[in-house]
């Protein structure tokens, strides 16, 4: 999957949280696994946790990829309701002051009130003599939706890795596993301490502790 065509459809906060989501899935099953073969409980096998494990994500991956297409018809519903609000607006002030409304760009926010004014005065003769257009799924839409899907199917077979393996104990590929997870745990805290400018290190093992701790929350709970 090509970095750049990613980045094209999901911002840096969705991918990681995308990958978060589908190690902690894939994290809480092999946890419980876990607890389940030291029970005694012989039906755990290493097939068992793979199957259980990718059909968890698949499923994570297939409701992700729904709630991506619903998010960006919304977006473009509420843009299509603003040009024809604007279209609609009696007059240039109450249309540019809806423009303003609308704005929640957080660099728009160090300018003053006339600096911001000027700003949506100038969408608005843009906007005028644009069309609302119709709502509905696009292609940029089902391939933002296929990478929502493939992230967490792709995070789910790299924690399961070590149980394609004939050999070894399942104990053995438990404990690997979690490795592989809290590794992928710290590469996503040192990917978020670089977009947000916070101490790489620190970032990953909070990180780290932050995805175990949810795990174990989730698995108390009996999620």
């Not at 603003?82 to 423009?99: G, M, R, Y």
């Not at 660099?107 to 006339?114: G, T």
Request: overall charge neutral; hydrophobic content about 50%.
């Amino acid at each position: 999957m090509s970095k750049k065509i990613v980045k094209r459809y999901l911002s840096a906060s969705d991918r990681l949280s995308e990958i978060m989501f589908g190690l902690i899935m894939a994290m809480t099953i092999i946890g419980a696994s876990r607890i389940s073969l030291v029970s005694g409980d012989e039906g755990v096998t290493g097939r068992v946790i793979i199957a259980a494990a990718i059909g968890c994500n698949i499923a994570w991956g297939i409701v992700d990829a729904l709630m991506y297409v619903f998010t960006a018809l919304v977006d473009r519903g509420k843009h299509a309701r603003l040009v024809t609000a604007i279209k609609q607006s009696e007059d240039e002030e109450s249309a540019v002051a809806s423009i303003c409304n609308a704005l929640e760009d957080p660099i728009l926010a160090h300018l003053d009130d006339a600096e911001r004014k000027q700003v949506c005065a100038t969408l608005y003769k843009k906007i005028v003599s644009a069309e609302p257009g119709n709502v509905h799924v696009e292609k940029d839409d089902m391939a933002g939706a296929i990478i929502c899907f493939l992230l967490a199917f792709c995070t789910a077979f790299l924690v399961v890795i070590p149980f394609f393996s004939a050999s070894g104990s399942l104990l053995l590929k438990l404990w690997l596993s979690r490795f592989i997870s809290w590794g992928l745990l710290f590469a996503i805290g040192f990917a978020y301490a670089h977009h947000t400018g916070k101490g790489k290190l620190k970032t990953a093992i909070t990180m780290v502790l932050i995805g175990v701790l949810i795990t174990a929350v989730i698995m108390v709970l009996g999620g």
